[in-house]
């Protein structure tokens, strides 16, 4: 089955820096699009930023512009999430998803549209 593993997540202090990583063993990134979501305690899952197969990035948040970035590598079949300036407000677990419809060159800021997902990873931010 294929599976998304996210890591990078940690406990880190307002205004600190967390790159996240999203990797692939089964199956290779580069034909996909792919999304990061995040979820606060007690509040839906939101889309945060995406990538297409072509690099086209889309933001879902007005919180995270200009402190957030997506990137991918597919060299090393990974997807980043760069977080500068991090706030308590973006405590969550932080979750990729791979959109296997329109070839990898569309994104979509709704979980539907994500055939498959990480387990997640734990992001704090906190003094």
């Known amino acids: 089955q294929f599976q998304l593993v996210e890591s990078g997540g940690g406990l880190v202090q307002p205004g600190g820096f967390l790159r996240l990583s999203c990797a692939a063993s089964?199956?290779?990134?580069?034909?996909?699009?792919i999304g990061w979501f995040r979820q606060a305690p007690g509040k839906e899952r939101e889309g945060v930023l995406c990538i297409t197969r072509s690099s086209t990035i889309t933001k879902y948040t007005d919180s995270v512009k200009g402190r957030f970035t997506i990137s991918r590598d597919n060299a090393k079949n990974t997807v980043y999430l760069e977080m500068n300036s991090l706030k308590p407000e973006d405590t969550g677990i932080y979750y990729c998803?791979?959109?296997?419809?329109?070839?990898?060159?569309?994104?979509?800021?709704?979980?539907?549209?994500?055939?498959?997902w990480g387990q997640g990873t734990q992001v704090t931010v906190s003094s």
């Open positions: 089964e199956f290779t990134l580069d034909r996909y699009a």
């Open positions: 998803g791979a959109i296997i419809s329109d070839s990898g060159y569309r994104c979509y800021g709704g979980t539907t549209n994500y055939a498959y």
